[in-house]
């Protein structure tokens, strides 16, 4: 039997335990689609695969059990999936056109979650049509809020859900509620002043807890999305760790130019030798230094005037070798 | 339009006299005094602090006493005011004991710790007006010697009507004896029950038992008073904070007769 | 006098008022609700009658207008006492039936009693009212059991009819405005339900000894004490005092009043410890008895006057029409364990 691996992998197959069979990776950026493209997954598993199928970490799908002849079939099956889910693609009925950047995973967000400060599966597809496909090993995530339920800080990139929660002192009645839950639900960055709250914008993380805790809407939601950017987090055999704060109240249009700044970056410094094409950007970063990695990635980035980027950066995390 | 019953008007301290270290009463102007009923309340207000409920427990010609325990935001601050010392009061608010109807009849007078300032300017006005009453009785209960209010007021009392003084803990003395109020309740010589008329005011575990014991001494529900107290706010019966009910205390009250206290059920 | 008028006619009209008043209305606030992408229908000035919205009920009530959440009542100085200017121009109110019948009651509790509210009636007596024909009841209404469902003493009607609007006008100062705008003559009844999803029915024999009931134990776990109920509510009145001075100048400073709640930790809460009510299901047993018993005892008519957004706005999905509903089974559990 003669097969070319890496085309089978570039092709979002794994090539798996048994011989001879392959697993269809299927990616659902923001881990939220319609229902009908499940009867497609099943039919796929049926006729092509051992009739099952795995729900992977990443939201996506994984039909184990496929013969390697069968993978052209598998492909155009998957074509409606494909364009229904408006993934970026160059020749139609090929399947994945790359599976280097995997699945750009979102917790159920504001189209669903009450704590949810955006849609997250809209801004996941929105970043996944900025940066698919690409061989690059990028993991990308979105959460709707700092519960990160997502666990964003274990991606290269993580996206938190923010929003600047707006006070009208005419509908305070003072009950109390928000400064009660900000203090056991979240951060503590309200204080009672002359009966009312007063928001400490240091502390703040814009969770909108005081939004929801509030009876007669003194408090509200802002107008803009703001997001946390986190940088960096890796699971993995060396070093595995949580991403950093990078920049808070950031916006949209920044975080997606400093993601594909970053494809810039690791084209330039990443390892020509590094196993499979695959190096963790956070051990490109450890080799350029961070200074080199900011230059890059902020590279014509104009952050709102009320981001705070965090300097210096430090990861710590896990050693094994200790 | 209707008169701002909120805005307070300037009152000046005349005189404070200190209880005990938590308890003084501030003689405060007011020109209207005269026409003010023992047990209807004023909000004291110091601006900047708040407001809050105090009964009148003495009545001169254009003064009036309040007895105030130091225990919250205001009363902690009105502490620190001094003879001669101005704030604002406004009132009177509520209904007060209405000493029309104990005139001509025996009266009993049970009253615990606070409790004794709303009754005071009832004993003070039976006291210059003996002629007036039948006989008066007063049961008053202290938690100890410390917490005794108007000592001098009661040892002039006592030259002209009967009065029992009790503390929770302590040694007896000829001042007073040992125990709680309603042990003395079934000493007490009440020649008509049936005509006799009783005022309780304390804390609301003390009035229950008080009335219970009085009504076991062949005390009509019906006769016995009873000053109650609540959260109060505005004194306007507005803000609702003292509803019980249908019953607002600061406008229906604070006097209530008992059967209707019964009736209460927060 | 019935009118016909379009949507330009009523605009016109409508600033003809703005001249000498301000026109506040149920309107949209975009991204204005607590959850992330949903908004918040409640009052603000109006110019034009297409913001105003018909087909949604209002997440507060227009009791805001009368009793403000928040309402300084003094500023004071180390040695003066001063009233903030008060609102002189006329407030033209857009509301439904259900809200221009709590109008009574909170005239019943403000203008009543021996102490007349001062606050209240300075923003009353200013007072003019435009009725929201009501053509079909939301879900959680429940105005005709309370007998709200209709209407006749408001200054105006209006609801939309096709393309234009159909008013009934009662105000003489307004009907040369509206002839002049265009309205034609027509006899216009004000829209209004007849049936609601929702129905209440309160038991005869109701008193005070349902307190005993075991009704009122599930929600001290249920209910937790938010408010939301309270806010929402058109007929809540109670207000809590504030003094404060300022921070930049602490020799002058304020005292106003806020709107308070039943439900809330502390309501009855007295200087010394002393607390009433401290399980969360006495609180809503204090709440329902007042808006569906005592206060009648008091005033002759209910509380409650079943616009439903206590229902509407519970976080937990407590709904206060199913406990009005459940008093009646509550009464005989009390009776019976009383025989």
Known sequence: ???????????????????????????????????????????????????????????????????????????????????????????????????????????????????????????????????????????????????????????????????????????CVSCGACVKKCQTKSVGALTLVNFRPERNHKKCIGCGECVLACPDAAWMRSKETYYRLTLLGRSGKKNPRMGVNFIKWCDEESIIKIVCNTYEYVKEYIDPNAPGGKEHIGYIVDRTGVPEFLKWALRDVTLPEIAEVSSPLYWNGIRYSE | MPNNDYIPIRSEIREIIRHTAHEWTFRMTWADA?????????????????????????????????????????????????????????????????????????????????????????????ADHMDETCGIQVIAGFRDANEILFRTDFAKWRQVMDITMTLDTGEPTEEYGIGLVTKYIPDLKIHDPATAEAIIAGPPAMIKFAAKALAETGFPEEHMWVDESRRMCCGLGKCGHCRVNDTYICADGPVFNYTTVKQLSD | MGFELSTGGVNAFLRELARTGRVVAPVRFEGGGAFTGTDCVRYAEVTDIENVVFDEK????????????????????????????????????????????????????????????????????????????????????????????????????????????????????????????????????????????TRVSIPDDLDFSVAKSKLWDEYDKRCIACGRCNFSCPTCTCFSMQDLFYQDNPKTGERRRVLASCMVDGFSDMAGGVVYRKNHGARMRYKVLHKVYDFKKRSGFHMCVGCGRCDDVCPEYISFSHIVNRLGDAMKEVSEHAE
Not at chain 1, 61 to 70: A, K, Q, S, Y
Not at chain 1, 107 to 121: E, F, K, Q
Not at chain 2, 62 to 71: A, E, P, S
């Open chain 2, 34 to 126: 005269l026409s003010v009923k023992p047990s209807q309340f004023f909000e004291i207000s110091l601006p900047k602090y708040g407001e809050s409920p105090i009964s009148v427990s003495g009545i001169a010609p254009g003064l009036l006493d309040f007895t105030i325990r130091k225990i919250g935001h205001v009363t902690n601050e009105l502490f620190n005011y001094k003879e001669g010392d101005t704030l604002y009061i406004r009132g009177p608010y509520g209904n007060g004991f209405d000493l029309e109807r104990y005139k001509g009849k025996e009266l009993v007078i049970v009253a615990g710790g606070t409790g004794v300032s709303p009754v005071r300017g009832v004993i003070e006005y039976f």
């Open chain 3, 58 to 197: 209002s997440r507060f009530s227009f009791r805001e207008l009368l009793l403000p959440p928040s309402q300084t009542l003094f500023y004071f100085t180390e040695d003066s006492i001063t009233e903030p200017t008060p609102e002189t121009r006329d407030t033209i109110i857009f509301l439904r039936s259900c809200d221009l019948h709590a109008v009574k009651r909170l005239d019943e509790i403000c203008r009543g009693g021996a102490n007349p509210d001062y606050y209240y009636e300075q923003r009353r007596k200013n007072v003019k009212f435009v009725l929201m024909g009501c053509k079909k009841a939301f879900d959680s209404c429940f105005c005709v059991d309370m007998g709200t469902n209709i209407s006749d003493n408001y200054d105006l009607s209006i609801e939309p009819d096709g393309d234009g609007w159909h008013l009934d006008c009662k105000n003489a100062e307004w009907e040369p405005l509206l002839r002049a705008q265009g309205g034609t003559e027509t006899p216009v009844t004000p829209a209004h339900v007849t049936e609601t999803k």
């Open chain 1, 1 to 171: 039997m003669d097969m070319n691996t890496a085309k089978l992998k570039k092709n979002a197959f794994r090539v798996t335990k048994e011989r001879g069979l392959a697993a269809s990776r299927i990616r659902v950026p923001g881990g939220h689609m319609d229902a009908r493209f499940l009867a497609i997954i099943q039919e796929i598993a049926e006729k092509y695969g051992n009739g099952t199928v795995h729900i992977t970490n990443r939201q996506g799908f994984e039909v184990p059990g496929i013969d390697f002849t069968d993978m052209p079939k598998v492909n155009e099956l998957l074509q409606s999936i494909i364009e229904g889910l408006e993934i970026n693609q160059e020749e139609m009925n090929c399947g994945y056109p790359a599976s280097g950047t995997r699945n750009i995973n979102a917790c159920i967000g504001a189209r669903v979650c009450p704590y949810g400060c955006y849609d997250t599966s809209a801004f996941a597809q929105r970043m996944e049509k900025a940066v698919f496909p690409n061989d690059l090993h990028f993991k990308i995530a979105f959460t709707g809020c700092h519960n990160d339920c997502a666990k964003v800080r274990m991606h290269d990139f993580g996206i938190i859900g923010m929003t600047l929660p707006q006070f009208d002192p005419n509908r």
